[in-house]
């Protein structure tokens, strides 16, 4: 329970390995927490002296294992072909994060990674967005180069279509009605 700070909205987490690192709470987040915290914790809390954040239907805090069962679980009842606990949330947060625009370091942070190159594998998994993202944006793809040589340095607008829009992401605002949570497992 002391791991929340409302006020700076963090989590404190200590993860696999006694890896500890300080989480955002994104608002969304933290209005859930807090609903869960007044509503659904008091019901579930046995003993007071309790500090568990999240509590079982036991009134006792998860144990890693049977925290990763329920989210093995969750994901094979939203799709049932998909293997995949804890880590494949973990790698869709990272890889979403990455394609919206996150550096590579804050990414490796928060997962709590000690060297960078475990962090930049998911460099690879978003190379298609970022050749997407090049074609769309990239000068030389939407203009003629110094058409009138490069002494003058004028450009001239190609007649070229311009290349499709990148299709908007199902976690996107304004697509909160057609989000599916396998759309967001790689």
Known sequence: M??????????????????????????????????????VRPLLCLQ?????????????GFSTGSLGSLIKQM???????????????????ATH???HGADVRVI??????????????????????LQQLHRRTHPACREKS???????????????PDPPALPLHPCSPGCADQFLWQDCLP
Do not use: N
């Not at 007071?48 to 036991?58: K, N």
């Not at 994901?75 to 998909?82: A, F, G, K, M």
């Not at 110094?146 to 070229?160: E, L, M, V, Y």
């Open 2 to 39: 002391r791991d929340v700070h409302r006020e700076r909205q963090t989590l404190y987490v200590l993860g696999k390995g006694g890896k500890d690192r300080v989480v955002p709470l994104g608002r969304p987040a933290l209005a859930w927490l807090l609903r869960y915290l007044q509503e």
């Open 48 to 60: 007071p002296e309790e500090q568990a954040l999240f509590l079982t239907g036991y009134g006792h």
């Open 75 to 93: 994901i094979h009842q939203v799709h049932p072909r998909r293997a995949g606990g804890c880590h494949l949330l973990r790698h869709a947060c």
């Open 97 to 99: 994060m990455l394609e």
């Open 108 to 129: 490796q942070k928060l997962l709590g990674q000690a060297k960078l190159e475990t962090t930049q594998i998911y460099t690879e998994v978003s190379i298609k967005l």
């Open 146 to 160: 110094f058409p009138d040589g490069p002494a003058t340095g004028k450009r001239q607008a190609s007649h070229a």
